[in-house]
């Protein structure tokens, strides 16, 4: 099958061409010779991406298509669907990582040749990379979001979304239940191996046969050369990001930095087990040496066969990868790990509540229906070797539900539950909610006298619409649990962290909520504290009566000759550019509320191959949205950063206008009014049809000085609001806990 089987819709043309989706309609309609569909919908129809690119390059409209959008191309249009194709890209990278002669062997002749000599050339590298994955299948599953129970094939037409499943059947868990039974001793505590049934095992990994490869030759070929270009990690890294970003409501994402805290908190670790391992987030933080062994599973076919191949490109590291859904049919049943780590899917009612009854890693208590969350934790504890730590993102309702107290108790009694952290609000989806990380220990024996560490760390939640302050959590976290670690104790830190006698939460709720046991933050230098906000204000208030405007006289209207901001445009007095939706790694985002509140850049978009517009100091950004007047000039602290949606750039020839100039005018209200259009529940500018007066540069700086000063005066109102605020909060707080005297 040729190139020509790739489709592309309508929004992939547009962005071929660098144009917007309405310039491709109007091809349609305007050229007879334009390409017909070949597939797609009525609504949505798709053509072949090579006879779109010949009728491009025959316009003039292409030079050429860039090579890693062309690569997008071919995997998103792949006639069996992106995972398939993205699954052969990463068996391809693989080989070229490995073994890059063997792939310049293999490629060089006819697509038919490529697709003949890669199955046997592929086994050479994913046989030894990828350890045997068994999978192990129950007859009374039901179907459920999580119970797929077929191994992680890369070569499954189609792609299988997270939330469909297969209805398991085979071995009967009973069998596998009374055998882990009988290795375990509820007495002692003692944890060895199971003697488990046989189960069929197979790679999560396998090379696809030369049929299925055929379709995917031209595209196997743009990825080794846009691998030769990015190198072969990075190139699915962007293969990968892209999918994951046209699909953003099908799966749950870990952060970068919530995975690398969750690592450090278990330490350096030779075998690492994620029973829900998504998009590998998690180990790919813990892989840190060659001698590793990484153990995955997932419920969703795609993502195992993936976070197999992106954990490879990675590491050095023996992957064995698994699909099925981890409660029902463990594919690592005679696991005993240094480490699990997880991010389990929350509030799931049908997790095998009915057939699981009888499960032998239930030491702690048989979790009810409604606490899925406890079935995971008890499921990493049973896959945990004696010592062996483990780490999972908790729902903050799991530490504190009366459904799942006796669970909770049994855990702290045992000592098997050593740390329960408090997250930030927006440290992890979903991101209005403080989530917790429930830090786990095998117990070799009962602890004399058990404590667990308390820690609330949500006093580092970011402003706005950014995210947490991710170093100062992880200094405070890692912080408390090193020391805690070490001594068994820890001097309590108010507002903070705490160490806890398990005694004193064995009550009738055993709420574990951090915040509910923590002191607050005491202010024993409280009133200095206080007193040194309170100067603070006091100076920002004497500024700004500096900063008061003199007095307005009156004045004759001026009668300028206007301008547009379009018309400067054209005339390349100014430059205008449109915020986007992508950004770039590590990147801060000023967004439309950073200009609106007067803070520094906060937000943050998905990695994304669209070009950023980059911040300078002297642009003016105005937003579109909102029916306010607004205009920021873009100093020091804010430049470099991406440019947010709803946001427009205008970047003014310093030769031609003052920024201050053109902020202050932009910000007035008629000039607003007029140039805003109203939908039936939003208000939009456009910023093109806003006036400007025609003035000399001299004049411009005159005007430019005073709406400079206007601004000063404007920020440091806002910084004593902040200021008033704090001093209020701090009085109320210290009179209501005894820190400060009413008089």
Not at 263 to 284: E, K, Y
Not at 425 to 451: C, D, F, M, S, T
Not at 511 to 534: C, F, N
Request: proline share 9%; glycine share 8%; aromatic share 4%.
């Amino acid at each position: 099958m040729q190139d020509n089987a790739t489709e592309v819709t309508a929004a992939g043309i547009a962005r071929l061409a660098g144009v917007g989706r309405a310039a491709v309609s109007n091809w349609r309609r305007r050229h007879a010779d334009f390409p017909r569909p070949v597939g797609g919908s009525e609504t949505s129809p798709s053509f072949a991406l090579a006879e779109v690119e010949s009728w491009l390059r025959k316009q003039g409209k292409l030079a050429e298509v860039p090579l890693r959008e062309r690569v997008w191309q071919q995997l998103s249009g792949h006639p069996e669907g992106p995972v398939t194709a993205l699954t052969h890209a990463g068996c391809v990278l693989l080989l070229i990582h490995d073994r890059p002669p063997v792939w310049l062997d293999v490629s060089a002749g006819s697509d038919e040749r490529l697709a003949d000599m890669l199955p046997g050339a592929l086994r050479e590298v994913l046989t030894p990379r990828f350890g045997s994955a068994p999978t192990v299948n129950t007859p009374n599953a039901v179907n459920t979001p999580r119970a797929v129970n077929t191994p992680a094939v890369v070569n499954t037409p189609g792609s299988v979304p997270a939330r469909d499943a297969a209805r398991p059947a085979g071995v009967n868990t009973a069998n596998i239940a009374s055998a882990e039974r009988a290795a375990t001793n509820p007495k002692n505590g003692a944890h060895t191996p199971p003697t488990a049934p046989p189960v069929n095992t197979r790679p999560a990994v396998h090379a696809p046969t030369a049929p299925e490869l055929r379709p995917s030759a031209p595209l196997l070929r743009g990825v080794a050369e846009l691998a030769a270009e990015l190198g072969a990690r990075q190139t699915f890294e962007f293969l990968l990001g892209r999918y994951l970003d046209a699909n953003p409501r099908q799966y749950t994402l870990t952060p970068a930095d919530l995975a690398a805290l969750m690592a450090d908190l278990v330490g350096p670790a030779r075998t690492v087990l994620d029973p829900a391992c998504g998009t590998g987030a998690l180990l790919r933080a813990a892989a840190t040496r060659p001698d590793q062994e990484l153990y995955a599973q997932d419920s969703a076919p795609e993502l195992a066969a993936l976070t197999t191949l992106r954990l490879a490109l990675h590491t050095w590291s023996t992957i064995h990868g698994a699909t099925g859904d981890t409660l029902r049919a463990d594919a690592h049943p005679r696991l005993h790990a240094d480490a699990v780590l997880c991010h389990p899917p929350f509030n799931e009612r049908n997790w095998g509540h009915d057939e699981l009854a009888y499960d032998p890693r239930w030491e702690y208590g048989f979790p009810a229906r409604t606490e899925s969350e406890l079935a995971w934790v008890q499921h990493a504890l049973a896959r945990l070797k004696d010592g062996g730590a483990g780490v999972l993102l908790m729902p903050p309702a799991a530490a504190s539900r009366r459904s799942g107290r006796r669970i909770r108790a049994d855990l702290l009694r045992r000592g098997a539950l050593r740390a329960v952290i408090a997250l930030p609000v927006g440290a992890a989806p979903p991101y209005n909610i403080p989530l917790h990380l429930w830090v786990l220990r095998r117990p070799e024996k009962a602890p004399a006298q058990p404590e667990v560490l308390l820690v609330d760390v949500g006093q580092f939640a970011g402003e706005g619409r950014g995210g947490p302050d991710w170093r100062a959590v992880r200094e405070a976290v890692l912080d408390a649990w090193q020391t805690f670690g070490r001594a068994g104790r820890f001097a309590e830190r108010p507002g903070l962290a705490r160490a806890l006698p398990v005694i004193e939460l064995l009550d009738d709720d055993v709420d574990l909520a951090p915040a509910r046991h923590l002191p607050p933050a005491t202010m024993a230098d409280g009133a200095e504290q206080l007193t040194a906000v309170r100067e603070r204000l006091n100076e920002t208030l004497r500024l700004t009566v500096d900063l008061t405007p003199p007095r307005a006289d009156a004045a004759q209207p001026s009668r300028w000759p206007l301008t547009t901001i379009g018309e400067l445009a054209r005339g390349g007095a100014l430059l205008l550019r449109t915020g986007g939706n992508g950004g770039h790694a590590r990147v801060p985002v000023l967004t439309d509320h950073d200009v609106l509140s007067g803070t520094d850049p906060s937000g943050t978009l998905p990695e994304s191959e669209e070009e950023a517009v980059l911040t300078e100091p002297g642009d003016v950004v105005v937003p579109v949205l909102g029916g306010g007047s607004m205009a920021r000039v873009i100093d020091e602290a804010a430049g470099g950063a991406v440019l947010g949606r709803n946001l427009v750039l205008l970047r003014p020839d310093p030769a031609a206008l003052d920024p201050w100039y053109l902020a202050g005018f932009l910000r007035g209200t008629a000039n607003n009014r007029q140039a805003s259009s109203y939908a039936s529940t939003a208000t939009r500018l456009d910023v093109r049809r806003l006036h400007l007066p025609r003035l000399p540069l001299d004049e411009q700086r005159r005007y430019g000085e005073r709406f400079r000063a206007l601004d000063e005066f404007e920020r440091a109102l806002r910084r004593a609001g902040r200021l008033g605020e704090q001093l209020v909060r701090g009085m109320y707080d210290g009179l209501t806990d005894g820190t400060v005297a009413p008089d």
